[in-house]
């Protein structure tokens, strides 16, 4: 059986399924299928840029551009169809890693999260994912690499956003003869992440998963209950997984995949 067009037809059926779907194709050409303003939260990591094919001659793979220049491109021209699915309301959270060069690292990330606020996205955060215990180094003249950037961009200043979704236990509950008397409020987390890669995630690994936890905060924060989340590299499937889906009451997931 051949692979099943994407029409609109598909697409709506995916929406109105309420469950998650899978149209598989180069990222750029599935999106523009999308309806506008359909996505609540969009997760993704897209390849690393390596210059290098992984899987053979396939002509759009992200991550193997040329340039540095070119990859920033395509990765705007994903940024432009996120932004047109995207509700007003809705949030693009976007992990990126840097690469170093003749001992100079070219400064992906922040080239990338530029080229997102020319197309209209407000950089809303920058979390710093310190990946502890990840890369062995074997450098004579420079610091281990230790983290990767994940930016959280808005369509506007009121996007939505569940802080208390998030909160992090302040000071230890206090229980009395009658049970818990204080419920703290939790305080607001920081913008470092200190995550485990997943034993998947490993050099020898060019799938490059990324861990759930990952994803979690993003879905739980800027997706609203019954919303919809978007992965376009949605690769082994992290921000579809069961898991992922019951962050939220079930949002139900849309991912491009190739
Ligand atoms: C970093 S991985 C994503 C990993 C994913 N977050 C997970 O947990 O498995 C990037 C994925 O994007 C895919 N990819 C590369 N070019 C693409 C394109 N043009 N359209 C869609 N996916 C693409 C790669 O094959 C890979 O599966």
Redesign the pocket.
Known sequence: MGPTVITPDVVSSVFASRECGLLL????EVLRTLPHDSVDCTV?????YSGRR??GDTI????SEKTVEEYVEALASVGREVWRVTRPTGSYWLNLDDKCERKEWLGIPWRVAFAMREIGWKIRSEVIWHKPGHVRNAAKDRLTPAHELFFHFVKSKDAYYDMDAIREPSSPPIWRKNGLVKAPGGSVPTDVWTIQIEDSTSPKNP????PEALVELPIRATCPRGGTVL?????????ASADSAQLLDKPRSIM???
């Open positions: 194709g180069d990222a750029r993704t990591s897209p390849p690393y992984h899987v759009h793979e992200i991550g799938y490059a998963v990324f992965d376009p590299f949605v690769g082994s499937g992290t921000t491009p995949s190739r």
